[in-house]
């Protein structure tokens, strides 16, 4: 099913907390983190777009490859790299450790989506930039970030048109939030 939208997976990190490992290739249930997202994305959108400083990796998978035009600089830079790169106004972008993302909840996020320039899922007053929509709108406005050294994503949201969707509201399609979980060490790994 086209839908005039874009994916957009964030797999630039340092990895620290995973003392180096790749978390884009941790396995889940015998497969990479980053295959479970392509295999969701494929049918919620036109692309998918790998936002990577280490494309090789990726040479295996259906996707169009990205880099990071200054490396070092965080998930912000990686959004603005992945919507420079896109064909599509919108796109769905997500952290390549998010295992358990859930395709109602992108659908449904996808169909919200017209009149705004970001949408994230807002928990109890906490944000999740990694997990949402952006438009190309927001690429100038990045960039000025970029240029002011303001590398936190959420500095953004107040600049543009943004819409947070609140717990309530995600839990009809995703009862546990289990899409907002990423893994970032060995022990959430195991979990």
């Given amino acids: 099913m086209p839908s005039g939208i874009n ?15 790749d978390k884009a290739f941790l396995e889940i249930e015998g497969k990479p983190i980053v295959e479970h997202l392509i ?6 959108v036109d692309e998918i ?37 896109s064909s599509a106004g919108y796109n769905f972008v997500a952290a390549c450790d998010m295992p358990f993302v859930n ?14 320039d970001v949408m994230v899922a807002d928990v109890e007053g906490k944000l999740h930039p990694l997990l949402g929509i952006y438009s190309k709108n927001c690429i100038p406005v ?10 936190n994503v959420r500095s953004l949201f107040p600049k543009v048109k943004s819409r947070f969707i609140k717990k309530e509201e995600l839990e009809k399609f995703d009862p546990e939030l289990l899409s907002l979980v990423n893994i970032n060490t060995r022990e959430e790994l195991r979990m």
Avoid: H, W
């Avoid at 994916?7 to 490992?21: P, V």
């Avoid at 295999?39 to 919620?44: A, G, I």
């Avoid at 777009?49 to 965080?74: C, M, Q, W």
């Fill in 7 to 21: 994916a957009i997976i964030l797999a630039g990190g340092k990895n620290s907390r995973m003392e180096g490992r």
């Fill in 39 to 44: 295999n969701k994305f494929k049918t919620l």
């Fill in 49 to 85: 777009i790998v936002v990577t400083n280490n494309p090789e990796k990726y040479s295996a998978y259906p996707v169009k490859l990205a880099s990071d035009e200054k490396p070092g600089l965080g998930p912000l830079m990686g959004i603005y790299c992945g919507l420079k790169a």
């Fill in 103 to 116: 395709p109602g909840l992108v659908r449904y996020m996808i169909e919200q989506k017209d009149n705004y």
């Fill in 142 to 151: 990045i960039e000025e970030l970029l240029k002011q050294n303001i590398l």
